[in-house]
């Protein structure tokens, strides 16, 4: 079973930065598509960024410009770059991994990222 464990949240001012982590047991991001979900208080979780196995990326219209996702397969470790907060930015942030063309994904167990002054 592979294990997804992300650190790197914490609190930040409006316009700082953060750099979330997410180390996989196995070599999973070799063979997935990665991607960065959140999910701020009444809201449904919702996609921020996306890595795919071929090394593309995606990004939601609301941290395009701002967040960079990447990964660095040789540390089975995924990352989210999150440069000019803003307080909406708030909630707490989910590793994902899923095998394309299966059922199978993971998910690691989130990181509270809060904006705040």
């Known amino acids: 079973q592979v294990q997804l464990v992300e650190s790197g949240g914490g609190l930040v001012q409006p316009g700082g930065s953060l750099r979330l982590s997410c180390a996989a047991s196995?070599?999973?991001?070799?063979?997935?598509?990665g991607g960065w979900y959140r999910q701020a208080p009444g809201k449904e979780r919702a996609l921020v960024a996306r890595?795919?196995?071929?090394?593309?990326?995606y990004y939601a219209d609301s941290v395009k410009g701002r967040f960079t996702i990447s990964r660095d397969n040789n540390k089975n470790t995924m990352y989210l770059q999150m440069n000019t907060l803003k307080p909406e930015d708030t909630a707490v942030y989910y590793c994902?991994?899923?095998?394309?063309?299966?059922?199978?994904?993971?998910w690691g167990q989130g990181t509270q990222v809060t904006v705040s002054s």
């Open positions: 890595i795919f196995k071929g090394g593309s990326t």
């Open positions: 196995g070599s999973i991001f070799r063979v997935s598509d």
């Open positions: 994902h991994a899923r095998i394309p063309l299966s059922t199978q994904e993971f």
